[in-house]
């Protein structure tokens, strides 16, 4: 079995396990509590937020735990909107090609009446700084900008992006999700005021994740209760869940420079091994892009099927994210970098962990070869194109 499917989870780390079970086996405790078993907690969850804050370059005050990178998302977007609406700025900016918990949260913004101005994503996966300086106006209040896209793996310049923000004294946030611990991310260098993570996506545990707030951004909660992460987040921590995030980002982040030189030479085998299939383009751009993101349109096939006889052949990837797959609908990712529907839907999305081998990478290359060519075989689309009654785009 070839899991191919990192950023949809990636499987916990062995020592992220290790850690997960000894704290929950010896460090129960409440952290609210005051005798030594529940302070004892309390020290295993300010060593945890002292790590992850080391790893991004933040201070641990500016570390609050959530339950994964969508309540982050939500809790960013919502809290900094609340700031604008004191100051009466109620224009907020994003790109069509954000992660639900950012466009739906925007959705819902938009109903109570804020103003949202979706930027254009170029067909190369990424955003034109000068196209969001242009975007800027008074009562702008926040900017929400991906850091790498989920589906295609691009990467955005996140630090201009950010300075341009800085500059014009509006709030900029990212879901950095699928960059932590994977790409080099450092909220003071990149002029980041609030980032989204999430420990599954860096071989951390499901259900835990962390939003940074630079200090003097003033969050509102979205849980209402106790006194817990200063009062921002109600209810008692998911100490076991927390610490173990702690280890996966730190074993990911000492490990990056060497992890991302071995996929980013497996992804480039990849691209040139799958770009030879006859009617296929490269989604996003080649270079600028998660170091193991690969991301194919293949003219005349289903996606879904492809995905199957994939999975036939013991290869587990996706076409686009987790939460669209199962929905007909074409990826709004695809089609915000100007995919027609046609193509679109025949996208497979490679996302390759640290441990793939070459072999496993040739194996790939074959299987998908294979696959596109014998679904095309008994493509209606496929046959149209070939007898020229329709047009190949791709
Ligand atoms: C996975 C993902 C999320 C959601 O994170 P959860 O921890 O699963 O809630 C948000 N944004 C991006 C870019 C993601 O890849």
Sequence with gaps: MIYADNAATTKMSAAAIQTMIDTAQNDWGNPSSLYVHGQRAKEILEQAREDVARVIGAAPREILFTSGGSEADNQ???SAAALGRKTGKTHIISSAFEHHAVLHTLKKLEKEGFDITLLDVHEDGLIRPEELAAAIRDDTCLVSIMFANNEIGTVQPIRELGAICRAKGVLFHTDAVQAVGHVPVNVAADNIDLLSASAHKFHGP???????ARRGVVLQNLIEGGAQERGKRAGTENVPGI????????EAHSHMAQNAAHLTAMRSRLIEGIGQIPHSALNGDAVRRLPGNVNFCFEGIEGESLLLLLDDKGIQASSGSACTSGSLDPSHVLLAIGRVHDVAHGSLR????????????????????EVVEYLRGFSPIWRDLMAGKKQFIL
């Design 243 to 250: 610490a173990a995030m702690a280890t996966a980002l730190t």
């Design 76 to 78: 960013a977007i919502l």
């Design 350 to 369: 490679l996302s390759i962990g640290e441990d793939i081998t070459e072999a496993e990478v040739e194996e790939i290359i074959r299987s998908v070869r």
């Design 206 to 212: 499901k259900g835990v994740g962390f939003l940074y």
